[in-house]
């Protein structure tokens, strides 16, 4: 079976401070990896994926996150943070369960920049 | 624009009433799901449906209906709500395979009394 564990639920940190939140999985096969965003009251955005190739993955503001299959890790980074991205951060492994594309959460991560 | 879009966005009502939500998207996506939010439990899928007429259960079916009678709807039945379904129910849709990201809807905040 596929997991995802976010290893922080929440990460408070400065505004231009850098920023890293950590999402590992299990998986026995091959995976493709997303990390969404939750604004609040708005639904999920995706802001990046890995599906092969380079292990570094960039994404829509200014965020990247890097595959590292020996350590089932894709954490998601950001140099320097903004106030507008407080929000929840979701980390997920796409399934592998017959027809079914059922993505595979993590439980969140929310940050919150403070000026 | 490219959207999944639901409604209610919010609705209180009474247990045992029945009620539906709707999900529409515009992008002639085959695959369509829907999902829970809940504060320490994250998202659990309730139903999915990879095309029209093609319906099955997800993670935490009970309590709940679908239908997918054209390819842009996929609406959330409840036939005889419960509290314990006083949640946050988002919609998502998506191109076939498992590498296509799922767009999702701006959510409907249920409460059931």
């Known amino acids: 079976a596929q997991s995802v564990t976010q290893l922080d639920s929440q990460v408070p940190v400065f505004e231009e401070a850098p920023v890293e939140l950590r999402c590992n999985y299990s998986?026995?096969?091959?995976?493709?990896l997303f990390w969404y965003v939750q604004y609040p009251n708005q639904g999920l955005q995706l802001l990046l994926k890995?599906?092969?190739?380079s292990t570094l993955v960039k994404g829509i503001n200014g965020f990247e996150a890097e595959f590292n299959k020996s350590q089932t890790s894709f954490h998601l980074r950001k140099p320097s943070v903004h106030i507008s991205d407080t929000a929840e951060y979701f980390c997920?492994?796409?399934?592998?369960?017959?027809?079914?594309?059922?993505?595979?959460w993590g439980l969140g991560t929310s940050l919150a920049v403070n000026p | 624009e490219a959207q999944v879009t639901q409604n209610p966005r919010y609705l209180i009502t009474v247990t045992g009433k029945k009620l539906t939500v709707t999900c529409s998207q515009n992008?002639?996506?085959?695959?369509m799901s829907w999902y829970r939010q809940d504060p320490g439990l994250g998202l659990r899928q309730i139903y999915y449906?990879?095309?029209?007429?093609?319906?099955d259960k997800g993670d935490v079916p009970e309590g709940y209906k679908v239908s997918r009678k054209e390819k842009r709807n996929f609406p959330l039945i409840l036939e005889s709500p419960s509290p314990n379904q006083t949640s946050l129910y988002f919609c998502?849709?998506?191109?076939?395979?498992?590498?296509?990201?799922?767009?999702f809807g701006d959510g409907t905040r249920l409460s059931i009394l």
């Open positions: 998502a849709s998506s191109s076939p395979g498992n590498n296509q990201p799922q767009h």
């Open positions: 992008m002639n996506h085959e695959y």
């Open positions: 449906s990879m095309n029209v007429e093609v319906t």
């Open positions: 998986s026995s096969v091959s995976v493709y």
């Open positions: 890995y599906l092969s190739g």
């Open positions: 997920a492994v796409s399934g592998n369960a017959g027809n079914n594309r059922k993505l595979i």
